[in-house]
């Protein structure tokens, strides 16, 4: 079952001399519970791709639908809507409110949204990331590895169709970044989360179903792993 | 959010927050003290003219039927009309519809225009200007522009509060936008903050600020309590002053809570969140080059140079306030001190040196001729008798002053005046045929006085010539020196009578001495003075004369003000059942002039220290704020091995930069000005460096170079005493 579809989505920044052509014209589409791999090299348009499939950034010129909806077209507050309750975005640098304890950190898209948090699926997911004794604790009092599983779990909370991570292993070390995988896989097992990674890791890419390559803005290659 | 969010926040952030509210009371402050000071300002000056000139709006002289009156005191927007003898004194409920209401009056009641009088004075207290009024009144909107350039300076001062944790305020509510916050989550979350935060500070300012002001008007009434001819001033507090200042400060801290919110409309949340880490704000803030400070700085001072450079440039936007007020401030105070020493020395060496022995009392008899103060010639029923019969008055003269114009010959010139070309040429005047005269008519007695003083032959059929012309091409105005006016022939004077026929005039004498006379003759006129007898036998055919008499006393020699006073008193006493009387008196007018000029130093000078407030308050806001806004760029510099020493110099050298800049351009700008002043005014320039205000001016200089050096002190010391090494390992904390 389709969950994104992108038709001819560019992205340009600046103008003149400093005009960059992020992304040149991407197609592509995802199915429901997939979990995919973006991968290429520096500069070549993953990270703008996910946050463009994120809302966080605007295309300059195509569509993105999402469950049928345009992302691209959405005005700010629907935008905001849209990243609240349909997707769940981790960056390589967690990007954690620091006054804010690990528990609030987590419940915050709920929160936004003025709604109580399902105790027992938060739980599940406190479990599941190990952050059960950590949870009235600062980020400022976490490791990276700590802090970069609170962000999942942050992402997670609203049961988002789509979890989208930018480099989320980029600023661990081989331990943890081992970790943060297992449970990407295991989130994709167990709640069948469609999950979109973006990684230049070549090995962490291998353990995606389905591997995207972009290169200069394109798509150059996309294929099914498993 | 407010609950989640804000209240960890604010409790978190202690240092971001005291800032804001230390920013919010201090400019709260200052706003209700300006607005409570200049309303009530406006509320003595209106009492004082109430208390001097009454309180009518409109004063029409005329008599009025009971119907007319009736007219008028039923007439919308009429307040009152009161009737007092052929006079009627109509007062408006708003007084700045006056003007359009009488002319609607007058219209109805067919009054002569020159029966209607306007309270122009009280009503441009009220903004209402006559219409079509050339010039009117400017000194009350002038005041309401300071007042609003003020409110906006200080209003500004908590913007830059705001402003100064705004970049770390973008970065967080840019994670938040990015997991669903919607804009007016973010909008509604800030107003909250800002207004926990500035409540009680604003309110707290609104407070202090009128207290401060009562605390100002009993200070200045202790200080001015010997003043002549002031009233002491009462502390009012209308609503009107609380409504413009709190609502100026509550404005300003709406606006500027939703700056991180306006910035944020116009990044995407991805932007927002890059913000912080690559430490720009998005694509459209570049690096610019380095601007000439920088590479001066850096040449001079070596990498800390350019790094303070580079930090003053960033910093720029939010110090733009205490730049500019901070250099108005001194600029003010210089330009004041240098402008006051100036004027003083002149008012000193053309006024009170000149007039120091001509004058004790003076007095002014209005719309009335010197000859109804001697209707029988010097005899003991004449006022200017009796006037010289009052205890403690030494000598009196009772004069009138005409201008008149002579038919002039340039043989009458005297040599000297010829030899400088003539009277055309001193005066610079093409038609030298008809020349001005001033005629001073004096008392019979005194003019006798006069005779005698000079030499004349004591007759009051003549009149003495002041034989002297200023002498513009061979001295200065403040050091004049004369040169003969007319040959000494004996020849009568042509004087053009009314119709532009002539009249001939006996010269009894020639002087190079006038009576001592408060008086200040004309540069370029024949001056004479005639006995009243003669006078009278020309004043029908004359028609340049005054309207007023003047009266000058002196009183005994050493007087005090007690005696001058008395004499005054006196003299008033005598003339004011029958004539309209001014009076005044030297030592008064010396220590009115004095406490004028030091009231207008103090109005001034705090003007300018209010300024400087403004000014130093940003840059206390902005080093309160170095934790936040700084940590990074000192953590970098520290991972490059820059040392504590180096640091230490960078903050010097921002800190002179920033109040060395104002000093320096106050100097250039007020140096040559007030040479040029000194040089306009003809005065020598040890004169003027002999009183010049150095000793003020470098106590203001170094008060703003030691208030910056505090506040650099005490934001680099929080910022030292920091740990400069976590922001390096932890991109999180901001």
């Given at each position: ?209 389905r591997i995207i390559t972009l290169e200069d803005g394109r798509i150059v290659s996309d294929r099914k792993v498993r | 959010m407010w609950k989640t969010y804000s209240i960890s926040y604010l409790r978190q952030n202690r240092t971001a927050g005291i800032s804001i509210m230390a920013a919010a009371l201090g400019a709260a402050f200052f706003l209700s003290l300006l607005c409570s000071l200049f309303y009530n300002f406006w509320v003595y000056d209106v009492e004082s003219i109430r208390q001097d000139e009454g309180s009518w709006h409109v004063r029409v002289e005329a008599s009025l039927d009971r119907e007319e009156l009736e007219l008028i005191r039923d007439f919308a927007g009429v307040e009152s009309a009161e009737v007092s003898g052929e006079v009627t004194e109509i007062c408006f409920e708003d007084a700045r519809e006056t003007y359009r209401q009488m002319a609607l009056i007058w219209e109805k009641l067919e009054l002569d225009p020159e029966e209607v009088f306007y309270h122009e004075t009280l009503l441009s207290r009220y903004l209402a200007a006559a219409p079509g009024d050339p010039s009117p009144p400017l000194l009350l909107p002038f005041f309401i522009v300071v007042l609003a350039v003020l409110c906006v300076s200080l209003a500004l001062v908590i913007r830059t509060a705001f402003e100064i944790s705004m970049q770390a305020r973008v970065r967080q509510f840019g994670i938040f936008s990015s997991i669903g916050a919607s804009p007016g989550q973010i909008r509604r ?546």
């Amino acid at each position: 079952m389709e969950l994104l579809r992108c038709t001819g989505v560019k992205k340009v920044y600046g103008e003149g001399e400093n005009r960059v052509e992020a992304l040149r014209g991407i197609d592509l589409t995802l199915e429901r519970g997939e979990l995919v791999s973006v991968t290429g090299a520096s500069g070549s348009g993953k990270s703008t791709l996910l946050h463009i499939l994120g809302s966080v950034d605007r295309p300059t010129e195509g569509a993105v639908l999402v469950g049928g909806t345009d992302i691209s077209r959405l005005d700010p507050r629907q935008a905001a809507l849209y990243r609240r309750r349909r997707v769940g975005l981790i960056y390589q640098f967690y990007n954690l409110i620091p006054s804010l304890t690990v528990e609030k950190n987590m419940q915050m898209p709920l929160l936004l949204d003025r709604r109580k948090p399902d105790p027992d699926y938060f739980r599940r997911i406190v479990e599941s990331l190990g952050l059960e004794e950590k949870l009235q604790a600062l980020p400022s009092q976490l490791s990276g590895g700590q802090q970069q599983r609170v962000a999942v779990g942050r992402a997670l909370m609203s049961r988002p169709l789509l979890l989208l991570a930018d480099e989320p292993t980029g600023n661990l070390d081989r331990r943890n970044a081992r970790e943060l995988m297992d449970l990407l896989h295991l989130f994709h097992r167990n709640f069948r989360q469609t999950i979109l990674l973006v990684t230049h890791d070549e090995r962490l890419a291998l353990e995606a179903e389905r591997i995207i390559t972009l290169e200069d803005g394109r798509i150059v290659s996309d294929r099914k792993v498993r | 959010m407010w609950k989640t969010y804000s209240i960890s926040y604010l409790r978190q952030n202690r240092t971001a927050g005291i800032s804001i509210m230390a920013a919010a009371l201090g400019a709260a402050f200052f706003l209700s003290l300006l607005c409570s000071l200049f309303y009530n300002f406006w509320v003595y000056d209106v009492e004082s003219i109430r208390q001097d000139e009454g309180s009518w709006h409109v004063r029409v002289e005329a008599s009025l039927d009971r119907e007319e009156l009736e007219l008028i005191r039923d007439f919308a927007g009429v307040e009152s009309a009161e009737v007092s003898g052929e006079v009627t004194e109509i007062c408006f409920e708003d007084a700045r519809e006056t003007y359009r209401q009488m002319a609607l009056i007058w219209e109805k009641l067919e009054l002569d225009p020159e029966e209607v009088f306007y309270h122009e004075t009280l009503l441009s207290r009220y903004l209402a200007a006559a219409p079509g009024d050339p010039s009117p009144p400017l000194l009350l909107p002038f005041f309401i522009v300071v007042l609003a350039v003020l409110c906006v300076s200080l209003a500004l001062v908590i913007r830059t509060a705001f402003e100064i944790s705004m970049q770390a305020r973008v970065r967080q509510f840019g994670i938040f936008s990015s997991i669903g916050a919607s804009p007016g989550q973010i909008r509604r979350c800030l107003l909250q903050e800002a207004a926990a935060l500035c409540a009680l500070p604003v309110l707290g300012g609104m407070v202090l600020g009128g207290a401060g002001c009562a605390g100002v008007l009993a200070a200045v009434n202790r200080f001015a309590a010997d003043v002549p001819g002031r009233h002491r001033a009462i502390f009012h507090y209308h609503p009107a002053v609380f409504a413009v200042s709190f609502g100026a400060a509550a404005l300003t801290v709406l606006v500027a809570s939703q700056i991180p919110a306006g910035r944020l409309a116009r990044q995407t949340p991805l932007e927002a969140v890059r913000g912080q880490a690559d430490g720009m704000t998005g694509r459209r803030r570049r690096w610019k080059k380095k601007g000439l400070g920088c590479t001066l700085l850096g040449l001079l001072l070596g990498i800390e140079g350019e790094l303070a450079g580079n930090a003053l440039r960033t910093q720029k936007k939010a110090l733009r306030i205490s730049r500019i007020s901070l250099t108005l401030s001194f600029l003010g105070f210089t330009s004041m001190l240098s402008f006051f020493t100036l004027s003083g020395i002149s008012t000193r060496y053309t006024y009170f040196d000149r007039y120091q022995d001509a004058w004790d009392v003076m007095v002014t008899v209005r719309d009335t001729e010197l000859e109804a103060l001697e209707p029988e010639g010097a005899t003991e029923t004449g006022a200017a008798f009796q006037i010289k019969e009052i205890p403690g008055v030494r000598d009196s003269i009772c004069y009138q002053k005409a201008e008149e114009s002579i038919a002039w010959d340039e043989s009458r010139a005297s040599k000297e005046l010829r030899a400088l070309g003539g009277y055309s040429t001193l005066a610079d005047v093409e038609d030298a045929s008809r020349i001005p005269s001033q005629v001073l008519v004096m008392d019979d007695e005194c003019f006798l006085d006069y005779c005698r003083q000079t030499g004349a032959p004591e007759e009051l059929t003549g009149t003495i010539l002041l034989n002297r012309i200023w002498d513009s091409t061979g001295s200065s105005f403040r050091q004049r020196e004369y040169i003969p006016f007319v040959e000494q022939d004996g020849a009568p004077l042509t004087l053009y009578t009314e119709d532009g026929k002539t009249v001939q005039v006996p010269v009894l004498s020639y002087a190079e001495e006038a009576p001592l006379l408060r008086e200040e003759y004309e540069d370029y006129a024949l001056v004479q003075f005639m006995p009243l007898s003669l006078w009278k036998t020309l004043a029908d055919r004359m028609d340049g004369v005054e309207n007023d008499t003047y009266i000058r006393i002196l009183g005994p020699e050493e007087a005090d003000l007690e005696t001058l006073d008395e004499i005054e008193r006196e003299v008033e006493g005598l003339l004011e059942s029958s004539f309209r009387v001014e009076s005044e008196n030297r030592i008064e007018e010396r220590l009115t002039n004095d406490q004028m000029l030091l009231g207008a130093r103090l109005i001034l000078g705090a003007l300018c220290v209010l300024l400087g407030g403004i000014g130093l308050a940003g840059i206390f806001t902005n080093t309160f704020g170095f934790l936040r806004q700084r940590q990074r760029e000192f953590a970098r510099y520290l991972s490059v091995g820059m040392d504590p020493a180096g640091m230490k110099k960078l903050f010097c050298i921002e800190a002179a930069v920033i109040a060395g800049r104002p000093i320096l351009l106050g100097l250039l700008v007020t140096v040559p000005a007030t040479a040029l002043m000194v040089s306009a005014s003809q005065m020598e320039a040890d004169v003027f460096l002999a009183e010049a205000p150095f000793l003020p001016v470098a106590v203001y200089g170094l008060f703003i170079m030691l208030a910056v050096a505090l506040a650099y002190w005490l934001g680099a010391r929080r910022l030292l005493g920091s740990d400069l090494s976590e922001p390096l390992k932890d991109d999180t904390l901001s």
